[in-house]
């Protein structure tokens, strides 16, 4: 069993817990230059089965960035100065455990957990030991591919 990350472009994606209302017109606007000078990804931690199949652990983070300046280039351009490189390493921080005090590189009771709501036995040793993956999706290389 192995435990894998996949990332896809989340369209409007924000910040903000849903559900969220703006409080004005203003806020609206600045919500909208917002969203036109960065970029939404959202993860999802996946574990490889056994028989091949993949089972979604979750999918509730993500993270959101500006890959160029506010000045220069049109919001469009901000593609250009994307990485495969640079997302993965965006990833693996996104998928650190929230808890200080440990060394681990990944949260691996709480995905045991995961698992054994779907009726899978692993204990967060045995998550351990294959490599964890980071997976983009083919829309995503493709775009990362045409503005390199």
């Known amino acids: 069993m ?6 896809g472009r989340q369209p409007g994606a924000r910040d903000h817990p849903a559900p969220f209302a703006p ?3 203003e806020e609206v606007e600045e919500l909208v230059e917002d969203f036109k000078q960065g970029l939404s990804f959202v993860v999802h931690e996946y574990a490889e089965l056994a028989d091949g199949r993949r089972l979604t652990l979750h999918e509730e983070r993500g993270f959101s960035g500006s890959s160029m300046p506010t000045t220069g280039p049109a919001p469009s351009d901000q593609w250009r100065y994307l990485t495969l ?12 455990p929230d808890d200080d005090d440990t060394q681990d590189e990944h949260p691996w009771e709480w995905l045991a957990g ?14 351990r030991l294959p490599p964890y993956d980071v997976v983009f999706s083919e829309r995503l ?4 591919a045409a503005d390199a």
């Open 114 to 127: 995961l698992l054994r709501v779907h009726g899978i036995e692993a204990t967060a040793e045995e998550l």
């Open 23 to 25: 409080r004005s017109t």
């Open 85 to 96: 490189e640079n997302l993965e390493r965006d990833v693996r921080t996104t998928v650190l």
């Open 2 to 7: 192995g435990g894998c990350s996949t990332v």
């Open 141 to 144: 290389r493709a775009r990362v």
